[in-house]
């Protein structure tokens, strides 16, 4: 079962763990990438196209021409490997070098208030990640952050993939020699979610959600490939079951054979479709730490048309709702109505307040009205569990 993101047709309305076959996925993974495919590619390397970004630059000075360009980046994000590597997006890595020590002040604070970060999907231990390393570079240095943001190469691919008005988000990973791999996974949104709550959603949303987001690190030290810069399979993105497979283990064999890795230089860049498998690869050099701006660029058509005030909605709706409970209303009814009232995802969020605990993504807002129903928390108890809620969520402080 495979598919670009352009096709639907003969897809079941649910897809399940046992629709997913290595078969097929190897048949999809095993295509090759031809560099006259894309006239502004540099060359092909281990399957993933290479930019030269100074070539780029000049190929996208008229309004025209960066319309070309843009549509090459997006059909090698979709059609093609669904990665790309843009050698020097920074030209000047003096600014790369002045946000590095943001970012390291940033990290010793942390430490020093006796805060640890953990990782999605790798153990704590040799790692470093900051959270929410926008903000946080824009509060602590201004200047770097506008002369870093304000690079052209990033804004050409995040327009090339989401169109304008996308919003940027910022997590820093720093791996010290001996830190150890993340599992191969596929990210941001379908990627956070269990296999089960995955099957529960539509068969087009598992091609609709790669193109929400797209994927980026900015190197902020030189990655020789010891040091274990990011680990992908090219062309995996197409496959539409991935998201269900790539936690199984004939699947995660697959990526261990044959993924590739490429080294990258300080001030390179590397954006991919979130549906590519891929994962950081083990630090096994004696002196390298690595450093990476892990960039998630999100579209700007993610948002409801309105505002709505949803921790108000459920405190004036909770003792309605535990009334019909107390009732004996089915958990269908009240699951229907929490959904309109509660907000059901869980994020954004503050990921250095509200981090996962079991999974890979905290609790929602709904899901803490359900544990107040079951529990049979009085409307003062809700309150405050919801108070706690929006507390965790903020970057006050």
Same mark, same amino acid.
């Given at each position: 079962?495979?598919?670009?993101?352009?096709?639907?047709?003969?897809?079941?309305?649910?897809?399940?763990?046992?629709?997913?076959?290595?078969?097929?996925? +190897?048949?999809?993974?095993?295509?090759?990438?031809?560099?006259?495919?894309?006239? !502004?590619?540099?060359?092909?390397?281990?399957?993933?196209?290479?930019?030269?970004?100074?070539?780029?630059?000049?190929?996208?000075?008229?309004?025209?021409?960066?319309?070309?360009?843009?549509?090459?980046?997006?059909?090698?994000?979709?059609?093609?490997?669904?990665?790309?590597? %843009?050698?020097? &997006?920074?030209?000047?890595?003096?600014?790369?070098?002045?946000?590095?020590?943001?970012?390291?002040?940033?990290?010793?604070? +942390?430490?020093?208030?006796?805060?640890?970060?953990?990782? !999605?999907?790798?153990? *704590?231990?040799?790692?470093?990640?900051?959270?929410?390393?926008?903000?946080?570079? &824009?509060?602590?240095?201004?200047?770097?952050?506008?002369?870093?943001?304000?690079?052209?190469?990033?804004?050409?691919?995040?327009?090339?993939? /989401?169109?304008?008005?996308?919003?940027?988000?910022?997590?820093?990973?720093?791996?010290?020699?001996?830190?150890?791999?993340?599992?191969?996974?596929?990210?941001?949104?379908?990627?956070?979610?269990?296999?089960?709550?995955?099957?529960? @959603?539509?068969?087009?949303?598992?091609?609709?959600?790669?193109? $929400?987001?797209?994927?980026?690190?900015?190197? !902020?030290?030189?990655? *020789?490939?010891?040091?274990?810069?990011?680990?992908?399979?090219?062309?995996?993105?197409?496959?539409?079951?991935?998201?269900?497979?790539?936690?199984?283990?004939?699947?995660?064999? @697959?990526?261990? +054979? !044959?993924? #590739?890795? /490429?080294? $990258?230089?300080?001030?390179?860049?590397?954006?991919?479709?979130?549906?590519?498998?891929?994962?950081?690869?083990?630090?096994?050099?004696?002196?390298?730490?690595?450093?990476?701006?892990?960039?998630?660029?999100?579209?700007?058509?993610?948002?409801?048309?309105?505002?709505?005030?949803?921790?108000?909605? #459920?405190?004036?709706?909770?003792?309605? $709702?535990?009334?019909?409970?107390?009732?004996?209303?089915?958990?269908?009814?009240?699951?229907?109505? #929490?959904?309109?009232?509660?907000?059901? @995802?869980?994020?954004?969020?503050?990921?250095?307040?509200?981090?996962?605990?079991?999974?890979?993504?905290? /609790?929602?807002?709904?899901?803490?009205?359900?544990?107040?129903?079951?529990?049979?928390?009085?409307?003062?108890? %809700?309150?405050?569990?919801?108070?706690? @809620?929006?507390?965790?969520?903020?970057?006050?402080?």
């Amino acid at each position: 079962m495979t598919a670009t993101i352009h096709g639907t047709a003969g897809r079941p309305a649910r897809l399940r763990e046992s629709d997913c076959r290595l078969d097929d996925f +190897e048949s999809v993974v095993q295509t090759s990438t031809d560099v006259d495919d894309y006239p !502004h590619a540099d060359r092909v390397e281990q399957g993933v196209l290479v930019y030269d970004s100074a070539v780029l630059r000049a190929a996208a000075s008229t309004p025209e021409e960066e319309v070309e360009v843009e549509g090459e980046l997006a059909r090698a994000l979709s059609d093609g490997p669904g990665i790309v590597v %843009l050698k020097g &997006a920074f030209d000047d890595t003096s600014v790369v070098d002045r946000v590095t020590s943001a970012f390291d002040a940033i990290i010793d604070d +942390e430490r020093t208030a006796g805060t640890a970060p953990g990782d !999605h999907f790798a153990k *704590p231990g040799a790692n470093s990640r900051v959270w929410n390393a926008l903000e946080k570079l &824009a509060v602590r240095d201004p200047e770097a952050f506008v002369d870093y943001y304000a690079n052209d190469v990033l804004a050409l691919v995040s327009r090339a993939w /989401l169109g304008p008005g996308y919003q940027v988000t910022s997590q820093v990973n720093v791996v010290r020699p001996g830190g150890v791999a993340q599992d191969p996974h596929r990210d941001y949104h379908l990627g956070f979610l269990s296999n089960e709550v995955v099957e529960r @959603y539509p068969a087009h949303v598992h091609v609709l959600s790669p193109v $929400l987001t797209l994927q980026g690190a900015v190197a !902020h030290s030189d990655m *020789p490939v010891e040091s274990g810069p990011t680990l992908y399979l090219p062309h995996s993105h197409k496959y539409v079951p991935g998201y269900l497979a790539w936690r199984l283990p004939q699947f995660r064999e @697959y990526f261990a +054979e !044959h993924r #590739v890795q /490429l080294p $990258l230089a300080k001030g390179d860049a590397a954006f991919f479709n979130p549906a590519v498998f891929h994962g950081a690869g083990d630090n096994v050099s004696t002196d390298v730490q690595r450093m990476a701006n892990l960039l998630q660029v999100s579209s700007g058509f993610g948002r409801a048309m309105e505002s709505v005030d949803r921790a108000r909605m #459920v405190t004036a709706v909770y003792p309605a $709702l535990a009334a019909r409970a107390a009732a004996g209303w089915t958990a269908e009814a009240l699951a229907c109505a #929490v959904a309109a009232t509660a907000e059901g @995802y869980p994020f954004p969020t503050n990921l250095d307040r509200d981090q996962p605990i079991g999974g890979l993504t905290p /609790l929602s807002q709904a899901d803490i009205v359900h544990q107040a129903l079951a529990g049979a928390w009085s409307p003062s108890q %809700l309150d405050d569990a919801i108070d706690a @809620y929006a507390g965790r969520r903020s970057t006050d402080g």
